[in-house]
């Protein structure tokens, strides 16, 4: 039995993107930011990235990018939809405590993040980021940029 989920997120691949980098999307600057989203996640949570996720029964599916991890090793899969929107996708079968989810809300904290900070970066700023635990699941990252 399988239970695929499907979490939507803000990140979108612009068109100019879409178009320019076409076939070879990985090469596109958000496909680099969301990259590093991932990597940063399976590196908290012990893991690897792939190019694909896996349902409950086994069944691969292939994605532009996978995090599997070590309490999550199905993987949740980003999956660029065709007007660029990014989706991540997971099998939530037995997904009892949320991993899943907590994965990919994980993961679009980092892009957001990373996304600020280039912006910043880009228009002269210096940088400082700051993270804050609320819980176990939770936290606040508040990004400062001072000229």
């Known amino acids: 039995m399988s ?6 997120t803000t990140i979108v691949i612009p068109r100019t993107q879409m178009v320019t980098y ?4 990985r090469e596109s600057p958000c496909i ?3 990259t590093l989203a ?3 996640v399976v590196k908290d949570r012990g893991g690897k ?3 694909s996720y896996t349902d409950n029964e086994g069944v691969s599916s292939n994605c532009i990018l996978s995090a599997r991890t070590s309490d999550f090793p199905r993987g949740v899969g980003a999956v660029v939809e ?3 929107r990014i989706t991540f996708r997971y099998d939530a079968y037995g997904d009892n405590r949320g991993i899943g989810k907590a994965i990919c809300d994980q993961i679009s904290q980092n892009y957001n993040v990373i996304a600020v900070m280039r ?3 880009r228009l002269g700023f210096n940088v400082r980021i700051e993270e804050r635990k609320l819980s176990d699941s939770q ?3 508040t990004i400062m940029g001072v000229r």
């Open 38 to 40: 991932m990597t940063k």
């Open 32 to 34: 680099e930011i969301l």
């Open 139 to 141: 936290k606040v990252v």
């Open 49 to 51: 990235l792939d190019a």
């Open 82 to 84: 065709s007007d660029g």
């Open 22 to 25: 076409g076939g070879n999307l």
């Open 3 to 8: 239970l695929e989920a499907s979490y939507s």
């Open 119 to 121: 912006a910043q970066k």
